[in-house]
């Protein structure tokens, strides 16, 4: 009866998993997916962004986010923020109106929805006759005029939403005060523009769509002036001295008309069609502002040549001569002007063209020659190709983190900087260009500047690596609450595609017309899917980088500083060592280019080990203090060492009936009558045998457990009374040599007396293979071979695929990474007691002794809850109050969503948490944990969700927007902006040391309840199989101090959270 007893309730223990686990969902990383609406506020200087899944996202300075999700789901069409206020209005595709506000709770800044308004027409009237087509919040903050599909312009009252029916401005009002010759031309339908004079807010601006404008003196009720024009009109600006109003239509041109008090219809002082005399299409938006050089700023949406560049998604900008169409590779859902924010400044004078498309923000510096783009600090555009796999490190070295940044600017000399000086060109001498590199990264301004950030200052460095269909792979400053790209790897280079890898997409000649000009980073095609990246594995100590990808290439890269040029040597790995009757039918193989190819500086491959099958790599694992690299497919695995440049051994796993694995994920031909044999075995079992058939081994075999080691660990076990009985997988299945994971370990493995380096490889089949290595000593490493030799293999009883291995030592504490001990970052391992072997399936999870790989203890997950194992990391957990006390223990997430907490070495359950729909596969299967108790996973194909298990490590925005800032209405162009809020953080940081946190607001979602999206996720992670990949969320403040000799020294601040 040992087996149903439980053990009592411990408060002690209780309590320090209050201070251990927390699970917060705390910030969205990347660019929100399906946006539909564009608000800016320049009192504020605060960016607000809206999507179909009637999400809103509000940004300011980078660490300024805030987040509002309405209840009805339903899309945003418009936003307008309320002149001088921290509010804003929405409106909604339901046409409804919703008015959210920023307001102050415990010092810091929150996104909450106060009223919610639909407009209604009087009983019997047609939908159209209150269907809003344009919103106007008034200066005085107090009114919203709303213009209608019928023509009719409604008054509501703020902040109640109160309609005021005695002031609207009805059609017929309105027709009754124009000339005669009017009324009779059918002028009027839907309203199209409304604004408020820039002068006077007793008078606003009505368009209609036929082409009528009329100036309203909203005390006098009548019509001052009126203007007429031939053409469908599409949109209004009002200069800001209220002297020149410009109107754009449908046929591809714009107007000017004079404002004056005669009521006599005026003629446009010019009309222009820029991309004439063809026809055209409709301008849909356009600004006209006024500069201190005299001549204005044109800016408008559309207008491209119908034949030839319809289909372009273009904005025009016209100044002083020069005319450039900027070109976006998706729809543009809207664009604003940031301009002079102070009312009664004289001129505009537009300093960045901001323009929301459908896959990514693209901000335009107008102050600088040449209008080049401006790098934004957060938004970024995470699936400009699709991603397919993802790796994070943490606590990235002071040096290597320096030379990423510099090689990460060199690629970005076409982004402005802005801060109003040129840097001179960067000098000869390799350090002091590394300094150059960094002043411009450090030097770089972001307009919208509006709040303070009052997050602490991250402690440490943390990178995030994301690998793409492309065959790129993108650093990502992933310490803080921005995701920034640092800088940008390509595989291209290496082998032989059909384009040319130095062919810009935006060479355009100086004759062409239209002057088009590619902008942005979207760029969803991939030359070849074989390209595609499906692991990755960075050592953040020595530089080394493996890359590994679809058609069964893997990369060895190390980082260089200055560019190079030579050839990549070539080494093919046969792992099915020329077995018969195997053929592959999937893709062929990538060719590498041959002879020496040119390499920028950064990180620059120079060996390349091809699998034959070229299947895709499913699991990868680097050693760069042994200079190993081992790598797995679907066919069996193989080790390498990268720095003699030959293989060490390569092992096959392929089953003999398992046919499936060599069709590869490219080929459509699949199998349907070997599926339905394989389905009806599977019943036939269930019913025929209830007995649990034990596979027969090769002699030297370790069998699943012996009977005493199992009482010995289930009575140190937390077990349920009743177990579900789970079938035993067939050894016929599908994908049993599938290699799920790789893991090097210096371990007791041949006895207990002497511990070497050792590899071990995981399975789909549930087995598991030791081999135990022979790397020579450092002065005789080039002149003797590593040596490796099979020493164990271990058979999973039930064959569940193996997810996770992990070598704990003498004190049950995880073994270091690879010369983390040697930097002095970690202890030494317990080499005096016995070590412990974890290995994780999809099933359970069991401990063996080591050397002799006996069982100790386990934990039968899916026979206790009927879940599956799909992500697994080991993490420690750092008190909150304790500062010097903390525990390492597996991170689990299931197949049903659901987040666990296991301890290490006992095996008991901790916490549990849900965090993802389980009906949501791709987001399941994007999710990976970092060292310190924290995780991503995606809610989108560009979006990202960070949450946290931790009390300590908890990176989330928290930020302060106060309305006193619209009294500084200039653009702040010393960057105090940004200066200011890192101040505040750190004060803010030290000043919570030690306070318990609150849970974060939940951040996720109603785009998750759209099937579209989960497919379009799933499909771009169809051939990642999953890897254990530790990920942290930490970033360093690096200062820069100018010394009179002009040289650059670094300082970092630690900070808790």
């Excluded at 607000?48 to 209840?71: C, D, N, Q, W």
């Excluded at 009754?176 to 059918?186: D, I, K």
């Excluded at 109003?420 to 307009?447: F, I, K, T, V």
């Excluded at 670094?1050 to 900070?1055: G, H, I, P, V």
């Amino acid at each position: 009866m040992r087996r149903f007893l439980r053990p009592g309730h411990d408060p002690a223990r209780e309590r320090l998993k209050r201070d251990l686990f927390q699970f917060n969902k705390t910030v969205e990383h990347g660019f929100p997916h399906q946006p539909s609406a564009l608000g800016y506020s320049p009192s504020l200087r605060i960016l607000a962004i809206g999507t179909r899944s009637g999400a809103i996202k509000l940004y300011g300075a980078p660490g300024v986010e805030f987040m509002g999700l309405h209840r009805e789901n339903n899309a945003v069409v418009q936003i307008h923020f309320l002149p001088g206020q921290c509010q804003l209005v929405t409106l909604l595709d339901d046409n409804s109106l919703h008015l959210w506000s920023l307001k102050v709770k415990g010092g810091v800044s929150e996104l909450q929805e106060d009223e919610s308004f639909t407009l209604r027409g009087p009983p019997g009237a047609a939908p159209s006759a209150t269907q809003i087509t344009v919103v106007l919040p008034h200066s005085s903050c107090q009114l919203l005029y709303l213009g209608t599909e019928s023509g009719s312009v409604f008054v509501v009252q703020l902040p109640a939403f109160r309609a005021l029916e005695d002031q609207t401005i009805s059609s017929d009002a309105v027709l009754q005060r124009l000339p005669e010759e009017v009324r009779h031309r059918r002028a009027f339908e839907m309203v199209e523009a409304l604004q408020e004079h820039p002068r006077d807010p007793k008078q606003i601006l009505i368009g209609y769509s036929r082409g009528l404008v009329v100036i309203w003196d909203l005390q006098g009720s009548c019509v001052l002036c009126h203007f007429l024009s031939s053409q469908q009109l599409e949109n209004v600006c009002w200069q800001r001295d209220g002297h020149l109003i410009v109107s754009c239509h449908s046929d591809g041109s714009y107007c000017q008309w004079p404002v004056s008090s005669d009521t006599l219809q005026p003629e446009p002082l010019h009309s222009c069609v820029p991309y004439g005399p063809f026809p055209c299409k409709a301008i849909t938006k356009i600004f006209w502002l006024t500069t201190k050089q005299g001549l204005p700023f044109t800016i408008f949406q559309g207008g491209m040549p119908r034949a030839s560049y319809g289909d372009r998604h273009c904005i025009s900008v016209i100044h002083n001569g020069q005319q450039t169409a900027f070109d976006f590779t998706s729809r543009v859902i809207d664009f604003t002007v940031l301009i002079e924010a102070n009312p009664e400044a004289a001129l505009d004078d537009p300093y960045a063209l901001v323009v929301l498309a459908e896959e990514e923000l693209v901000v335009i510096d107008l102050q600088t020659a040449g209008w080049p783009p401006v790098q934004p600090p957060y938004l970024a555009s995470l699936h400009c190709s699709a991603i397919t796999c993802s790796h994070h490190v943490s606590n990235i070295p002071l040096k290597l983190w320096e030379r990423i940044i510099a090689a990460g600017s060199r690629q970005n000399t076409h982004f402005s900087t802005m801060v109003g000086l040129a840097l001179a060109p960067a000098p000869p001498q390799p350090r002091a260009r590394l300094a150059h590199e960094l002043l411009r990264h450090l030097l770089q301004e972001w307009p919208i500047d509006g709040g303070t950030s009052l997050a602490p200052a991250p402690p440490q460095r943390d990178l995030l690596l994301t690998g793409h269909e492309d065959g790129t792979v993108r650093f990502w400053d992933a310490s803080g609450v921005c995701l920034r790209l640092l800088y940008k790897l390509s595989t291209v280079r290496v082998f032989l595609t059909d384009t040319d890898p130095n062919e810009s997409l935006s060479a355009q000649g100086e004759d062409e017309w239209p002057p088009l000009r590619k902008v942005g980073s979207f760029d969803p095609y991939s030359d070849d899917p074989r390209l595609g990246i499906q692991k990755i594995f960075l050592c953040r100590y020595s530089g080394y980088l493996a890359v590994a990808g679809t058609a069964g290439q893997v990369l060895v890269l190390e980082l260089n500083d200055e560019a190079a040029e030579h050839a990549v040597e070539q080494v093919e790995a046969d792992l099915l060592q020329d077995q018969e009757g195997y053929r592959w039918k999937g893709h062929e193989r990538l060719c590498a280019r041959p002879g020496p190819v040119h390499f920028e500086p950064g990180f620059q491959p120079f060996v390349l080990v091809q699998c034959q099958p070229p299947a895709v790599v499913t699991s990868l694992a680097l050693h760069s203090e042994w200079r190993l690299v081992a790598f797995g497919t679907s066919h069996g695995f193989g080790l390498f060492d990268h720095q003699q440049r030959r293989q060490v051994f390569v092992k096959c796993t392929l089953h003999p009936n398992d046919q499936l694995a060599l069709e590869g994920p490219l080929s459509r031909v699949k199998s349907l009558k070997k599926s339905l044999r394989q389905s009806f075995r599977r019943i036939r079992r269930s019913r025929v045998s209830s007995r649990k058939r034990r596979p027969a081994g090769p002699p030297g075999e370790v069998q699943e457990g012996s009977s005493r080691a199992e009482r010995t660990g289930l009575q140190n076990m937390e077990l349920a009374p009743v177990q579900r009985k789970i079938e035993a997988r067939s050894a016929e299945d599908s994908f049993t040599g599938f290699v799920r994971t790789l893991y090097f370990a210096d371990t007791y493995l041949r006895d207990s007396s002497r511990h070497c380096p050792s590899l071990w490889a995981g399975t789909n089949g549930g087995t598991v293979y030791a081999f135990a290595l022979r790397v020579p000593p450092a002065e005789r490493r080039m002149d003797e071979p590593v040596r490796a030799e099979q020493a164990k293999e271990i058979q999973l009883m039930h064959r569940a695929p193996v997810v996770g291995i992990l070598v704990l030592d003498g004190h049950s504490v995880p073994l270091p990474e690879p010369l983390e001990v040697a930097h002095d970052l970690s202890k030494s391992p317990d080499m005096q007691g016995s070590h412990q072997l974890l290995v994780v399936s999809e099933e359970q999870f069991k401990v063996f002794a080591l050397p002799k790989v006996s069982a100790r203890l386990k934990l039968k997950l899916t026979a206790l809850e009927g879940s599956r194992v799909r992500r697994v990391s080991a993490a420690r957990f750092g008190s909150c109050r304790a500062e010097d006390y903390g525990e390492h223990h597996l991170a689990v997430l299931t197949n049903l969503g659901d987040i666990q907490v296991v301890s290490l070495p006992l095996l008991k359950p901790q916490v549990r948490y849900s965090c993802i729909r389980r009906e949501d596969v791709s987001g399941i299967a994007s999710c990976v944990f970092t060292k310190y108790g924290q995780g991503f996973y995606l809610i989108s194909p560009s979006e990202f969700e960070r949450f946290s298990l931790s009390t300590k490590w908890l990176v989330e925005p928290r930020c302060l927007v106060d309305s006193a800032e619209t009294k500084n209405h200039s653009r702040p162009r010393d960057g105090s902006g940004p200066e200011k809020a890192s101040g505040k953080a750190r004060n803010s940081g030290s000043q919570s040391d030690g306070e318990e946190r609150r849970s974060g607001p939940v951040m996720e979602h109603a785009l998750l309840n759209d099937e579209r999206v989960l497919k379009e996720i799933q499909s771009t992670l169809e051939g990642d199989r999953g890897s254990c990949g530790d990920w942290r969320s930490q970033r360093v403040a690096v200062g820069m101090l100018l010394s009179c000799c002009g040289s650059i020294s670094f300082c970092t601040t630690n900070t808790h959270y």
